[in-house]
């Protein structure tokens, strides 16, 4: 099924060509390649990852402990070739301990700002629900602006800027529930699961690679990151792809089960995965399956249930899946 693409874009900022998704391709592949001599088995997730990083998002990994978030999130920083940095969440962390903040430099009398862990490429923020609230949202400046405010000066973090974000499951013993505010800064939401079969038994294997984020080859560089994701931003997406993602994000506001449905920042969030997924398959527009592929995922967390339908036993995830099952994709244009 394909979706007739228009021709219009600026001749200042063109829509990439095949030549640029192709190339695009190419790199989507290495660096799956890359992680994945860490992570064994779980290409779909670490795809997933690539499109929130291309699509200039941050990324949630949900999953009880020994699952590989941290190795993933890890084995990304790597591949992307830039400065990784690591925060251990605990319940005594302070926001300062992630931002930075500003000392007295005792040498010339001179305040200065010490910058935190927050000024890196990739950020991995692990068990970021076993802060308080406090410290959670001291990311939520830097995750959405890109900057760091401290004492009214502001600090922008490298470009690019991912926060891989691990987080355990909600009930086990000394986790905090992140609220709704933050969930909404991360693009998408995943889980690694357990392994199945053949791959567990090749990461117990002695000699295997899994879990060894050091082999893991630089396979780009920050600066080819950046601009590659500008050029997929401008990615053609038809109409009728548009009014397919409008009309999702609608039904899934009146399910009488939601609470709080997905906002407009939601579904643009959506089309802008789905101009990354879409040039990684090698093409230069959307079709429906690339938003059956990606709806889950991206709004999933940003769908909050009634209490009544939580104790019933009901996902915001059975829910966006319902709501792709009853609305009618867009049908190519005929002859």
Same mark, same amino acid.
């Given at each position: 099924?394909?979706?007739?693409?228009?021709?219009?874009?600026?001749?200042?900022?063109?829509?990439? +060509?095949?030549?640029?998704?192709?190339?695009?391709?190419?790199?989507?592949?290495?660096?799956?390649?890359?992680?994945? =001599?860490?992570?064994?088995?779980?290409?779909?997730?670490?795809?997933?990852?690539? /499109?929130?990083?291309?699509?200039?998002?941050?990324?949630?990994?949900?999953?009880?402990?020994? =699952?590989?978030?941290? =190795?993933?999130?890890?084995?990304? +920083?790597?591949?992307?070739?830039?400065?990784?940095?690591?925060?251990?969440?605990?319940?005594?962390?302070?926001?300062?301990?992630?931002?930075?903040?500003?000392?007295?430099?005792? !040498?010339?009398?001179?305040?200065?700002?010490?910058?935190?862990?927050?000024?890196?490429? %990739?950020?991995?923020? $692990?068990?970021?629900?076993?802060?308080?609230?406090?410290? @959670?949202?001291?990311?939520?400046?830097?995750?959405?602006?890109?900057?760091?405010?401290?004492?009214? =000066?502001?600090?922008?973090?490298?470009?690019?800027?991912?926060?891989?974000?691990?987080? &355990?499951?909600?009930?086990?013993?000394?986790?905090?529930?992140?609220?709704?505010? @933050?969930?909404?800064?991360?693009?998408?939401?995943?889980?690694?699961?357990?392994? $199945?079969?053949?791959?567990?038994?090749?990461?117990? !294997?002695?000699?295997?690679?899994?879990?060894? #984020?050091?082999? %893991?080859?630089?396979?780009?560089?920050?600066?080819?990151?950046?601009?590659?994701?500008?050029?997929? &931003?401008?990615?053609?997406?038809?109409?009728?792809?548009?009014?397919?993602?409008?009309?999702?994000?609608?039904?899934?506001?009146?399910?009488?089960?939601? !609470?709080? +449905?997905?906002?407009?920042?939601?579904?643009?969030?959506?089309?802008?995965?789905?101009? %990354?997924?879409?040039?990684?398959?090698?093409?230069?527009? #959307?079709?429906?399956? $690339?938003?059956?592929?990606?709806?889950?995922?991206?709004?999933?967390?940003?769908? /909050?249930?009634?209490?009544?339908? %939580?104790?019933?036993?009901?996902?915001?995830?059975? #829910?966006?899946?319902?709501?792709?099952?009853? /609305?009618?994709?867009?049908?190519? $244009?005929? +002859?």
């Amino acid at each position: 099924m394909t979706v007739v693409t228009s021709s219009h874009s600026s001749a200042a900022s063109p829509a990439p +060509g095949e030549t640029e998704i192709a190339a695009f391709g190419r790199l989507h592949q290495r660096l799956g390649d890359a992680v994945e =001599t860490a992570v064994h088995g779980k290409r779909g997730v670490i795809d997933l990852a690539l /499109v929130s990083m291309f699509a200039g998002g941050h990324v949630l990994l949900e999953d009880v402990p020994g =699952t590989g978030k941290t =190795t993933l999130a890890r084995a990304l +920083g790597k591949a992307l070739g830039g400065e990784v940095r690591r925060v251990q969440f605990t319940p005594d962390l302070l926001p300062s301990d992630v931002t930075g903040t500003t000392v007295f430099d005792p !040498r010339d009398g001179q305040i200065r700002f010490r910058p935190g862990p927050v000024f890196a490429n %990739v950020v991995l923020a $692990d068990e970021i629900n076993r802060a308080a609230a406090k410290t @959670q949202s001291a990311l939520l400046e830097v995750m959405q602006e890109r900057t760091v405010t401290v004492d009214g =000066t502001g600090h922008a973090v490298p470009s690019p800027f991912v926060v891989i974000a691990t987080q &355990n499951p909600v009930d086990l013993e000394g986790t905090y529930r992140l609220p709704e505010a @933050q969930l909404d800064r991360f693009l998408v939401r995943t889980s690694l699961g357990y392994p $199945d079969a053949e791959h567990e038994i090749e990461v117990l !294997r002695p000699g295997s690679t899994a879990g060894h #984020v050091d082999d %893991v080859a630089a396979v780009t560089t920050p600066a080819e990151v950046a601009a590659v994701s500008a050029q997929l &931003n401008r990615l053609h997406v038809a109409d009728p792809i548009l009014r397919y993602v409008r009309e999702i994000g609608v039904a899934v506001r009146r399910d009488p089960r939601v !609470r709080i +449905g997905v906002s407009t920042r939601g579904l643009k969030a959506l089309v802008g995965c789905l101009q %990354v997924y879409a040039a990684a398959r090698g093409r230069h527009y #959307v079709v429906p399956s $690339d938003v059956q592929r990606m709806a889950e995922p991206v709004l999933a967390h940003r769908t /909050v249930l009634a209490r009544d339908a %939580v104790l019933a036993g009901h996902s915001s995830a059975d #829910v966006v899946h319902e709501v792709l099952d009853s /609305v009618q994709p867009p049908q190519p $244009d005929a +002859g």
